[in-house]
């Protein structure tokens, strides 16, 4: 008697289901094609953004012959809709968390169907592997290096499908950055360019904490300079350990703007006084939202103009604080990314 797929262990579905490579078939764009418009039909009255993501849509190079297909939607509850109607139409659940779902077809307790598909269903702007793709399918020579690495992995992974996508990790991270930078970077006679910092020297450090004091003693009025000196304590901790240090760099590789991101969150931002109004905050924000899902900050109720600037570029006031993080009678707003009538229809434009 054939064992369900439900009482297998993990070790019996690795079995059943190990790494195997394929050279590159054109039928597998075919076969994405074909999945998304079951998939609109399906999903008729959803604004979505749907993609061909992973190997199998990078031209040219070995991949697992699995097609993996990126939904993006506007809401959380959109996710548990679209989920419903998925297993309501042959596929399976695999995880669950928050605002991620996972979702395959094509498994069975013999092994692998002719077609598989794996869904990755998440919201709007969570797609580091659209950048992944592009860049790749951009630098032929970048792809290879992926396929060689792949190729190595495969037999070393086989039956552990864990190991396979961890050791590719280092590869897949470090040039998905690069593909955010040559994104945002990617504009017509601009000498400057965004970078996120990986090597946070003691220099750098020093460049950035002067860049700091400059913003903050023109836009922080309310603060005293013993004020300023007290918070400035702290900086140079937060600059090491927030988790995506973003930088803005003029034509002479010199930081005039920076940010810190965290779990979508912006904990800060802050640009030198003499460049303010040249639209470096707007490029900055705008790149946190487009390349990290920035949805949420926090700011000082008594700078109105960086309550403006958020405003503008589409956040909300939903919670006010009457101290700051020092414990300080000064208010903080924390605000949220609303959605705005540009944004549903730039989505509105790519829905497939």
Aim: contains cysteine; proline residues 3%.
């Amino acid at each position: 008697m054939t064992k369900q797929l439900s009482d297998m262990n993990l070790e019996e579905l690795w079995h059943l289901f190990p790494i195997s490579l394929s050279a590159y078939q054109p039928c597998w764009q075919t076969w994405y094609e074909e999945e998304r418009q079951f998939l609109c039909m399906l999903l008729p009255d959803l604004s979505l953004r749907i993609n061909h993501i992973g190997s199998t849509a990078i031209k040219g190079i070995w991949a697992k012959p699995i097609i993996d297909i990126l939904i993006e939607a506007a809401e959380p509850a959109d996710l548990k809709q679209i989920k419903t109607l998925l297993i309501k139409n042959g596929y399976i659940c695999m995880s669950e968390t928050e605002n991620r779902i996972s979702l395959n077809k094509g498994y069975t307790e013999h092994g692998f169907a002719e077609r598989v598909f794996h869904i990755h269903l998440r919201l709007n702007n969570d797609h580091d592997e659209i950048y992944f793709r592009d860049y790749l399918n951009k630098h032929f020579e970048i792809a290879k290096e992926y396929e060689q690495l792949k190729l190595k992995l495969w037999k070393l992974y086989e039956f552990d499908r864990d190991g396979y996508t961890l050791a590719k990790t280092n590869f897949v991270s470090n040039y998905t950055r690069l593909a955010k930078e040559a994104a945002m970077n990617n504009e017509k006679g601009d000498k400057m360019k965004i970078v996120e910092i990986m090597d946070r020297s003691d220099l750098l450090i020093e460049q950035l904490m002067a860049v700091w004091e400059n913003s903050v003693s023109a836009t922080h009025l309310f603060l005293s300079a013993a004020e300023i000196s007290k918070i400035k304590e702290y900086v140079p901790k937060a600059l090491l350990s927030v988790p995506h240090l973003i930088v803005m760099m003029n034509d002479c590789n010199t930081p005039i703007a920076f940010m810190g991101i965290a779990e979508k969150r912006l904990e800060m931002l802050f640009i030198l006084n003499e460049e303010r109004g040249k639209g470096i905050g707007k490029r900055l924000l705008q790149f946190g939202i487009d390349h990290y899902a920035v949805n949420e900050l926090t700011v000082n109720e008594q700078n109105p103009q960086a309550v403006g600037f958020y405003e503008h570029m589409g956040f909300q006031t939903y919670k006010r604080s009457e101290c700051d993080e020092q414990g300080n009678l000064y208010p903080l707003l924390i605000m949220r990314l609303i959605e705005r009538g540009t944004q549903t229809a730039r989505i509105s434009e790519q829905r497939l």
